[in-house]
C-alpha cells in the first residue's frame, strides 16, 4: 500500500513539472506586445578617446579626448512596434535644452528569447544620427536593458547602456501623475561634471533628502564632494510633475548660490523612483536617481 502511495505522488509531481516547466517559459516568451506601453528611460556612456600611452607620471589618469553622454527620455511603445516620445539629452559640451525634443522609434525586431532592436532618429544643432539598439526585454515586459549597435551620423564614437522601466501596460499614453505623485520624502543621489572654469571641470557626487509638500516645495539637506571639497548645508526647492509623469524640478542652495539649478526627469514605479538630470550650462553631465523613502503627512488630515 505505502509503495502505491509513493508511487501515485511520484507521477503527480512529475505531472506538476511537466505542465509547470513549459508555462514558465512560456511566460518569457516575447512579441511586440510585451514591449507595448510606455517607459521611463534613461541612457549614460561617453564617446571618450584615450590615450593608450599614457604618462606614467600621470597614472592611473589617461589623457585623451571625452564627451560624456546622458539623456532622460519617456516612449509609449504601441502593440505593433512603434514608440512616439520625448527626451532631453547632454553631450558634453552640446545641451539639448529645457524644452523635451520628441522623438519616433520603430521596433526592427523582436524575438521570442525577448531580444530585439530599436531604431530612431536624432537631430540636434550639428548632428543629424540615425541609431540603432540592442535591447533585452525581461520581467514580462517591465523592464529593458539597451546598449548601440550602429550610429550612421553624429558622433559615432558614443558608448552607452540604457534602463527602461515601465510606466503602464496600456498603450496610451500616461495621464496619471500629478502633485500627488512626489508628495512623500525621497533620497536623490546624482553624480555630475561641474564647470571650475572655462577650461576645466571636477567630478561631484551628492545626496539629498528631500521632504516633498502636496504642493510641489520641497526643504532638505544636500550632502555633496565636490572637487577637493565637502558640503552639509541646507537645500529647498519645487517639483512640479506633468500627467504624463515627467517632471521639472528646482534646486536652490542658498548658502552657496543665489539661483537654481534646474532637472527635468520621469517618475516610474507608481511615483516611488524617477530618473533625472540638470539641465544647467555649468553642469556638462549629471545623472540623477530619486527613490521615495518615506511618506510625509497629508495636510487634509
Not at 516645495?217 to 544636500?222: A, E, R, S
Not at 536652490?252 to 550650462?281: H, R, T
Request: charged share 20%.
Amino acid at each position: 500500500m505505502r509503495n502505491k502511495i509513493t508511487i501515485a505522488a511520484m507521477v503527480g509531481l512529475f505531472l506538476v513539472c511537466f505542465v509547470a516547466v513549459p508555462a514558465l517559459y512560456a511566460k518569457e516568451k516575447c512579441s511586440l506586445r510585451t514591449l507595448a506601453g510606455t517607459y521611463a528611460i534613461y541612457e549614460k556612456g561617453s564617446s571618450s578617446i584615450l590615450d593608450p600611452n599614457p604618462n606614467p607620471s600621470l597614472f592611473p589618469f589617461y589623457s585623451g579626448i571625452t564627451a560624456p553622454f546622458v539623456n532622460v527620455a519617456e516612449i509609449t511603445f504601441s502593440p505593433y512596434g512603434v514608440g512616439e516620445g520625448f527626451y532631453w539629452i547632454r553631450i558634453g559640451a552640446l545641451n539639448g535644452g529645457l524644452d523635451p525634443i520628441p522623438v519616433h522609434v520603430t521596433v526592427t525586431e523582436m524575438n521570442p528569447d525577448c531580444t530585439g532592436k530599436l531604431q530612431y532618429s536624432v537631430n540636434l544643432p550639428g548632428i543629424s544620427a540615425t541609431i540603432e539598439e540592442r535591447i533585452i526585454v525581461f520581467d514580462e515586459g517591465r523592464e529593458f536593458r539597451s546598449v548601440p549597435t550602429s550610429i550612421h551620423g553624429g558622433i559615432d564614437t558614443l558608448a552607452w547602456t540604457g534602463t527602461g522601466q515601465r510606466i503602464s501596460k496600456s498603450s496610451k499614453p500616461v495621464r496619471s501623475c500629478g502633485s500627488h505623485t512626489a508628495h512623500g520624502t525621497y533620497l536623490l543621489t546624482a553624480e555630475n561634471l561641474v564647470a571650475a572654469d572655462t577650461h576645466t571641470a571636477v567630478a561631484d557626487t551628492l545626496f539629498i533628502r528631500e521632504d516633498v509638500s502636496m504642493t510641489g516645495d520641497y526643504t532638505g539637506t544636500l550632502y555633496e564632494k565636490i572637487g577637493t571639497v565637502s558640503v552639509e548645508t541646507p537645500a529647498l526647492g519645487t517639483i512640479t510633475v506633468n500627467p504624463d509623469c515627467s517632471f521639472t524640478s528646482t534646486l536652490k542652495v542658498p548658502e552657496f548660490f543665489s539661483g537654481a539649478i534646474v532637472l527635468k526627469g520621469v517618475f516610474f514605479n507608481e511615483g516611488k523612483e524617477y530618473y533625472a538630470m540638470a539641465i544647467d550650462e555649468g553642469i556638462p553631465y549629471s545623472f540623477a536617481y530619486g527613490k521615495r523613502i518615506g511618506q510625509m503627512p497629508d495636510p487634509r488630515d
